[in-house]
Structures are given as C-alpha cells and as structure tokens.
C-alpha cells in the first residue's frame, strides 16, 4: 500500500478516536480549567466555570465538587515566589471587578488576590522569622483589601465564594472566630447548600488559628444539618479529612471530638459511592488505622494492590504509613 496513504489512514483514525473519546465531566476537569483561565487572566472563561459549577451536582472521581474545585483554583498562588506575578494578578482582577462590577465573582477574586499578596509579603514562616517591614507590608495589604471589601459589601452580600475569602480576610487580620464563622453563615443564608464555604472555613478552626476542638465539632455536625443520613456522613468525613490535612494528622482521634463510628460507616459510603477512587479506598484503611480498628483496617487493605501514597500522606511518609498500617492490620 502506499506509504502517503498509510499516513493519512493512521492520521484520520487518530482524528476520529480523539473526537470519540468522552470528555472530562466539569467535575473531573474544573480546577485545571479554572486554574489555566486565571493564570491566563482569562476573565469570561471563568465566569462561564463558575456558573456551569453553581448548578452541577455531579462529584469528580473522588467525591469533590466542580465548584469548590473551580474556588480552590482561583484562590491559588499564595506560595508563588515572584511578586511581580501576585502585583499582575491584583491589577488583573480589579479590572475585571471595573468591568463586571455587578459581579460578586470578580470582587471577590480580586480581594484572594489582595491575600496572595499580603502573605508574599509576610512570607510563610514563623512570625519570630519576619522583619517588622515585611509585617508592615503584610497588615496595610491586608487594610487595604477590608477597605475594598467594605466599599463593595453590597455586591459581595450573599455570595459563597465571597463569604470564603471574607472568613480568610477576617482570621488573617485576626479577627476571632466568631466573626469568622458569621461572614461564612452570611453566604450560607442565601446558598444554604453550599459546601465548600463549609470546608473552606476548616482551616480557620484549627489550633494555629486559635480555633478548638469543640468549635471543630460544632462547624462539622452544623454542615450535617439537614441532609440525609448517607449524604451527612460522608461530608462528616471530608470535613474531618480536611482537618487531618490542615493540622492534626496523625493525632485526629487523640486531639478533636470526632467519634470513629460516624467517620467509619461515612468512609464505608465514600468507597461505594465513588469506587473509582483509588484515593478514598486507601484513605478508608489509613484512618482506620489510625484509629486502631483492626478489624477495618485489614478488610480496607485487602482491595489495595499499590499504595495511593498521597492518601497515607504523600511521599516517603506515605510510604512509611502504608507499610506500617500493612503490618499492625494483619499480623497474625
């Protein structure tokens, strides 16, 4: 046969297998969508994610939402090294905001993207480590994203994704966590189905924070009000697995209120409702371990053939976890 025709032939299967081939559901895809159009400054593609996500109830692979993805993506870029791209992003968003300025999304994009500046200035380490400059540098940013908030609190009223960063804004200024937890419940008033204001508002209940055990609790069995039994258990456990990641790892059971029956039956759920998530299987039998329930942990290990080590906590400790749990589960 000829060779050019060979060519095309390959070609023309390779064109119809790629147009054949399902995309990504938005839940499997929003966050690197989201992420690229904000590293490209691209305005109306995020507009479009955000309103495909506000009204999509599918979850990803493992259990995630669209939208909380497409939030997460947006407040990205904390730890980014260069200040010219924070001082980029802080213009960029306000000329979105000047643009759109009925719209909550493009504030309060730009009030993340005043708090990514803020913390490069300050730095992540310990305040002991910061000079006063930087602290300097690090409190008149952060004044000056309360002062834009307070000019546009009546267009970010209401809005989910404004009641995260307002929470953020208000814990980074030290405000307590009172105050925080009620700009997180004035989102919630309009969009009382929202979780990701309530995982979003974890980390500000931490230790570090000046958070506590008991304030932990309340926040966790306040998101469970009203949802089914199955529904409420398993966001029992991702907002208790967020707080693993947050803080407290491997000290969970010993240093919070979290009850392992609960978490145990919501971990059951997780597994059946998402059984392509490898992450979930394996998160299943590391809590179970760390919560010294034998029994679990051998039954959730048997599945597993090859670690998924960024659920036993990434890395060469990943690693060390998973065989560690391997021979406590099943030692004769």
Same mark, same amino acid.
């Given at each position: ?141 952060? !004044? ?165 080590? !960024? ?22």
């Amino acid at each position: 046969m000829n060779v050019k025709l060979l060519l095309w032939a390959g070609a023309l299967w390779c064109v119809q297998a790629v147009a054949q081939a399902p995309l990504p559901s938005l839940a499997n895809s929003a966050y690197e969508r989201a992420h690229r159009a904000m590293y490209w400054a691209d305005w109306d593609e995020l507009e479009r994610l955000d309103a495909a996500a506000r009204v999509d109830p599918e979850r990803a692979r493992n259990g995630g939402l669209a939208l909380c993805q497409v939030r997460e993506a947006m407040g990205g870029g904390h730890g980014n090294p260069s200040l010219a791209y924070h001082e980029a992003r802080v213009a960029g968003t306000l000329a979105w905001a000047q643009r759109r300025p009925e719209l909550a999304l493009a504030h309060a994009a730009h009030l993340e993207a005043l708090s990514g500046l803020a913390w490069f200035h300050r730095g992540s380490g310990y305040a002991n480590t910061v000079s006063e400059q930087r602290f300097r540098d690090f409190r008149a940013t952060l !004044d000056r994203a309360q002062a834009y908030a307070e000019q546009h609190a009546a267009v970010l009223s209401g809005d989910g994704f404004a009641a995260q960063v307002m929470a953020e804004l208000l814990r980074d200024r030290g405000a307590s966590v009172a105050q925080q937890l009620a700009a997180a419940r004035r989102g919630l008033a309009k969009e009382p189905w929202d979780e990701c204001i309530y995982r979003s508002v974890i980390n500000n209940l931490m230790p570090k924070w000046g958070g506590s055990p008991q304030q932990l609790e309340a926040w966790v069995r306040e998101a469970m009000r009203n949802l089914p039994e199955a529904e409420a258990s398993m966001r029992y456990v991702r907002l208790y697995n967020d707080a693993v990641g947050h803080h407290y790892e491997q000290s969970l059971f010993e240093d919070t209120l979290v009850q392992w029956p609960l978490m145990r039956e919501g971990l059951k759920r997780m597994v059946a409702t998402h059984p392509q998530s490898e992450y979930w299987r394996n998160r299943r039998a590391f809590l179970a371990c760390m919560a010294k329930d034998r029994d679990t942990a051998a039954e959730a290990l048997e599945p597993i053939d090859k670690p998924d080590l !960024d659920a036993w906590g990434g890395g060469s400790d990943g690693q060390r976890n998973y065989q560690a749990c391997r021979r406590w589960a099943l030692q004769s």
